[in-house]
């Protein structure tokens, strides 16, 4: 089992910028993969940014080189770097971490709220 949990959310003006944090505990070596996804009022969630093991990201073409993913393997944390938020940006952000093969599992975390106004 993994736990994840999240931080870091709030209400922000457009043009500025929040950090979200991402915690995991348990199985955390059982982890291959670790990303944020975010789900905005009517719509279905979708992939915000991913880091799999080795470093390598993805990033949705919406926030392409506004937000950054990172993570700190000693804290077992992963971060969203958000920069040059939006109004668009407003939904509620959910950490995701991915199992390893051959069994492959997806946790979730609770989610937290990123609000921008214009």
């Known amino acids: 089992q993994v736990q994840l949990v999240e931080s870091g959310g709030g209400l922000v003006q457009a043009g500025g910028s929040l950090t979200l944090s991402c915690a995991a505990s348990?199985?955390?070596?059982?982890?291959?993969?670790m990303g944020w996804y975010r789900q905005a009022p009517g719509k279905q969630r979708e992939l915000v940014a991913v880091?799999?093991?080795?470093?390598?990201?993805d990033y949705a073409d919406s926030v392409k080189g506004r937000f950054t993913i990172s993570r700190s393997n000693a804290k077992n944390t992963v971060y969203l770097q958000m920069n040059s938020l939006k109004p668009e940006d407003t939904a509620v952000y959910y950490c995701?971490?991915?199992?390893?093969?051959?069994?492959?599992?997806?946790?979730w975390g609770q989610g937290t709220q990123v609000t921008v106004s214009s």
């Open positions: 348990g199985s955390t070596f059982r982890i291959n993969r």
């Open positions: 995701n971490a991915k199992t390893k093969p051959p069994t492959i599992y997806d946790y």
């Open positions: 880091i799999i093991s080795g470093d390598s990201t």
